[in-house]
């Protein structure tokens, strides 16, 4: 592969919010710019932190279950340390000053309204007194995934509506209209519900009549009845209309412009067989020119227990509003399959909102009669929706994790705008890629900038989100809160090249560093090619090699021996090469079972004389030779330690059992660990004089005279060693 996948590195600038004691679960994000804040719902808790840092001056509000409710739940057999509390799960702004809130209330969902104050100044950070039922509005159960919005003072939620998590539905409540959800225990409708990711806003419709406002909406469900899947979870897209209002004699307070299409996220296989990610885990929306058409970013793993596997899939609105214009799916034939519907579609044709556009209905209260049983019937469009391309931008399956949140941030760089995405995994660890087009946004080329650890422990990222304002990333978990920022250019080394090579748009080389890439900035010596990643054509005019690291290191015949080298770029390849003693030339070396590559370096099992010699690690990418290190190796022969350590192990020396080998060991590893030792002069004069040192505090009379004189050691008898890996 031209890609590759360096070990996780521990994001060194990283604030986090480890949590308290008596809370969990920071799963609940809403990200308020206009007031610097991030507030986080929790277990028993709501917290305010500051976007620029989320550890200075945080605010938190502590709502817990009351004791009553925490004790039928643990009557209803429900753990009460895991179960029974009070999650939040709802977090939307009402007014200028008031959120709405909801949480799981220990299995007996509530509400209520929590203040901010109008301005970020404004210490104001409290409940108010009112509480109202949750049901329908806030799962019952912490472990049941919900989504929320709050528009034009009505809360459209996807949850769980009783206690047993069976029936799923989706709710408008709050506002001046009667409450409206959808068809109750109807198969056909909603099978085992669970909303993964987010409400879209309604100004995507294609329409500029706001009578013809539709809300879009994500989730996974059980497989209908005989439907052509044959997958036992598959994904969901589903619209319907702002002002629906409901049936007049059937579906009344139902949703009678409820549709739903299947998302595919699949690799085209051979023999037509493709491989599907079907778990939709979560859906970022990433506006365009045209604010009607987001291209919308999903996150899929798979539901097989055998293959595990992750992939990013990008769809277009266009696309979706093509298969909500039909045809419908249709259970008919012999076998009660579903097919698609080929016989005549009432008008105005269901799905359609009520407008003087379409028809002159006020109200789904007016619809025809036939309209409503229709859609009563028909919820489900027979085509499902492809991704742009026909497959997925990304897709890992050789890693022991898979993908949980997504955010992606548009960036402005020398060559063009790049989608950036960041990656959230169930270990706890973020991804960094940037999708580069080839010959056209259908065919993109996946870049890893990154792959960062940004929790102490492994744990699922829960909840993402970005602030472009402040530069910052923001990630959730069972654990606390993280906070990271979008771009750490010093990361990619102190070179041109290497600036270049690592393809990152938020960074450029301005001619002394890799730094933050400003748009606006007007430098002569700024170097930026994300598309190709070229540093022959941005860096030839500049110092762009930078400095190669010369490094002595030793090694014992027969010992094993690992020389370290990784480069800073994700994708670069390492090759190797050896310049013997008193020789100009570079000879490639060759892997075996006896010496063998790894990512972070060259392993020799067992060394030998004809190793010895100058090292040459280089970087190879994009064509481009980069050295990194120059490492002169020198091995000791076995026969001749016994001549240069008095009582080394084995060679007829004082010292024969373990104790006294670790000791001298111990000796040996002490005076090889000083990187001031540049010659094998200076090695062995620090040999001799520690040895004389010994011989003379021994020495009856102090002088160094009790014993005989050893040999001081001379260059051509001695090579110094290093450490055994």
């Not at 009667?178 to 099978?191: A, M």
Request: proline share 6%.
């Amino acid at each position: 592969k031209s890609r590759k996948q360096n070990s996780v590195k521990l994001f060194l600038n990283l604030v986090t919010f480890d949590g308290l004691a008596n809370s969990s679960s920071y799963d609940t994000f809403l990200l308020d710019e206009e007031r610097g804040r991030l507030l986080v719902g929790a277990e028993d808790h709501v917290f305010s932190f500051d976007l620029v840092n989320i550890n200075r001056e945080h605010k938190q509000l502590a709502w817990p279950a009351t004791p009553s409710k925490r004790d039928e739940c643990k009557w209803a057999g429900k753990d009460l340390g895991k179960e029974c509390s009070n999650f939040i799960r709802v977090l939307q702004p009402y007014n200028q000053t008031h959120l709405y809130i909801c949480g799981t209330g220990a299995f007996h969902p509530i509400c209520a309204y929590l203040e901010m104050g109008k301005r970020a100044e404004d210490n104001v950070f409290r409940l108010a007194s009112l509480f109202e039922n949750g049901r329908g509005k806030s799962p019952y159960d912490p472990k049941m995934l919900s989504a929320s919005l709050l528009i034009d003072g009505e809360l459209y939620s996807g949850t769980s509506a009783d206690f047993m998590g069976r029936d799923f539905a989706i709710f408008r409540t709050l506002g001046d209209h009667h409450p409206i959800r959808t068809e109750q225990h109807d198969s056909r409708w909603l099978n085992v519900f669970f909303i993964p990711g987010h409400f879209s806003n309604p100004d995507t419709d294609s329409s500029d009549n706001p009578e013809d406002d539709k809300l879009f909406l994500f989730f996974k469900e059980n497989a209908m009845d005989g439907e052509h899947t044959g997958k036992a979870t598959i994904a969901r897209i589903g619209q319907l209309c702002k002002n629906d209002m409901g049936g007049h004699r059937s579906l009344v307070n139902k949703w009678t412009t409820f549709l739903k299409a299947r998302l595919i996220c699949s690799v085209p296989g051979v023999n037509g067989i493709d491989t599907h990610f079907d778990e939709l885990q979560d859906v970022f929306l990433m506006s365009s020119k045209d604010p009607k058409n987001p291209v919308i970013y999903a996150v899929f793993t798979t539901s097989s227990n055998i293959f595990k596997g992750s992939a990013v899939c990008m769809y277009n609105m266009a696309d979706i509003r093509r298969v909500f214009l039909g045809p419908y799916a249709h259970r008919d034939g012999p076998n009660y399959q579903w097919v698609p519907f080929q016989g005549r579609v009432p008008y105005p044709r269901p799905g359609t909102c009520p407008s003087k556009t379409f028809g002159g209905f006020d109200s789904t209260k007016d619809l025809p009669d036939d309209v409503i049983t229709f859609a009563r019937g028909h919820p489900a469009m027979y085509n499902p929706v492809h991704p742009i391309g026909g497959r997925p931008i990304m897709v890992r399956t050789d890693a022991d994790y898979q993908f949980s949140q997504l955010v992606v941030d548009r960036v402005e760089a020398e060559d063009g705008q790049y989608d950036v995405m960041f990656i959230g995994t169930d270990v706890g660890t973020v991804l960094k890629v940037v999708t580069i087009p080839r010959e056209s946004w259908h065919d993109l080329e996946e870049v890893v900038l990154e792959e960062m650890t940004v929790f102490r422990e492994p744990t699922t990222i829960t909840a993402m989100e970005l602030s472009t304002k402040q530069q910052q990333l923001y990630l959730g978990s069972a654990l606390g809160v993280s906070q990271m920022s979008l771009h750490r250019c010093e990361v990619y080394g102190k070179a041109c090249a290497e600036c270049c090579l690592a393809r990152d748009p938020y960074c450029a080389w301005d001619g002394a560093e890799c730094s933050r890439y400003f748009p606006t900035a007007k430098r002569r010596t700024r170097r930026q090619d994300i598309r190709n990643g070229d540093p022959l054509s941005q860096c030839s005019d500049l110092q762009h090699h930078g400095s190669v690291e010369d490094r002595n290191v030793f090694g014992v015949e027969n010992s094993s021996m690992f020389l370290e080298c990784s480069p800073k770029s994700q994708r670069a390849l390492i090759y190797w090469q050896l310049q013997k003693p008193n020789d100009d030339r570079k000879q490639e070396i060759k892997m075996d079972d006896r010496v063998v590559r790894t990512d972070q370096g060259l392993l020799i099992r067992s060394l030998a004389q004809t190793d010895t010699g100058i090292y040459h690690c280089q970087a190879v990418e994009h064509g481009f030779i980069q050295p990194l290190l120059r490492l002169n190796l020198q091995v000791i022969p076995t026969n001749k330690l016994g001549d240069i350590l008095p009582g080394f192990p084995g060679t007829g020396g004082a010292m024969g059992h373990s104790a006294k080998h670790r000791v001298w060991y111990r000796d040996f590893l002490s005076l090889l660990d000083h990187p001031e030792l540049n010659s094998v002069e200076e090695f062995c004069d620090r040999v001799w004089k520690k040895e004389r040192k010994q011989k003379k505090a021994k020495a009856p009379n102090g002088n160094g005279q009790g014993g005989a004189a050893k040999k001081r050691l001379t260059p051509r008898q001695f090579q110094p060693p290093v450490h055994k890996l």
